[in-house]
């Protein structure tokens, strides 16, 4: 009972939170959490969590953890075990800590870093570049991408593209789009243990064969595509940040 009258207090004295800020009712006072609803929110859906899901497993119900998020409810004696199921169910405090390691889930968490793993590359042979297999880095999703499985970054090496596409630029590369003529690709070759690629424009496609220009020295020929099956489409350059 003085739990309750106490939370009533606390609704009703100046001294409660007038911002998006959560907190915990203790003798009258509003003890201000470091979470908003917003990054209850946040935290809730980076594990993977529904609204109801979350209202469960807190005690609650659907409607007080949206008031919650929203700062509809500024306090509430739910927000205590919210916070608790939250922590129950793997999240950090703060959100960065132990999802760091995860560029994916540490980006929808925090609004900090990126999601999209981007590639080096080093000049390779005539025309070709050597990609990385594993990420270096990952940047904020551009807009290319939104929605994309499996979309990445790669640094270009070597001036064949240029100035289309110049040494040190990212290409944002969409691998679930066709090849299409007329747009710059890049290719892959076929051997799991060659990390040769290239960068071409896509001219035109045969059963056996990738029709191909390049810009600098002016160049058209074609790729065997029994050793160059993949082809990736390039939809733009990332922009620095």
């Known amino acids: 009972m003085k ?3 106490n939370t009533l207090a606390c609704e009703y ?3 409660c939170l007038s911002d998006n800020r959560v907190g915990s009712v203790i003798d009258n006072r509003v003890i201000a959490n470091p979470m908003s609803g917003n990054e209850i929110r946040q935290r809730r859906e980076a594990l993977g969590l529904t609204q109801e899901q979350l209202a469960q497993r807190a005690g609650t119900n659907q409607q007080t953890l949206h008031r919650i998020e929203t700062g509809e ?3 509430s004696r739910a ?3 919210i916070l608790k199921a939250l922590e129950d169910a793997g999240s950090p405090t703060p959100p960065a800590v132990q999802v760091a390691n995860d560029p994916e889930i540490f980006a929808r968490a925090t609004g900090i870093g990126g999601d999209v793993p981007v590639y080096a590359a080093a000049e390779g042979g005539p025309g070709e570049m050597v990609v990385e297999k594993s990420p270096i880095d990952y940047a904020p999703r551009p807009e290319p991408l939104q929605g994309v499985k499996d979309g990445y970054l790669v640094y270009i090496s070597g001036e064949s593209m240029s100035p ?3 040494p040190g ?3 944002i590369v969409h691998p679930k789009l ?4 007329d747009e710059t690709h890049i290719f892959y070759t076929n051997n799991p243990a060659d990390d040769r690629a290239t960068i071409k424009h896509l001219v035109r496609v045969t059963p ?3 029709h191909v220009e390049q810009w600098n020295p002016p160049k058209k020929f074609t790729l065997d595509r029994s050793e160059w099956p993949v082809a990736h489409r390039v939809v733009g350059k990332y922009a620095r940040r």
């Open 208 to 210: 056996e064969a990738w």
């Open 79 to 81: 927000i205590p075990r």
């Open 3 to 5: 739990e309750i009258e």
């Open 178 to 181: 066709p090849p299409t003529p």
């Open 169 to 171: 630029q990212r290409a």
């Open 164 to 166: 289309e596409y110049r």
């Open 13 to 15: 004295q100046h001294e």
């Open 73 to 75: 409810t500024k306090h």
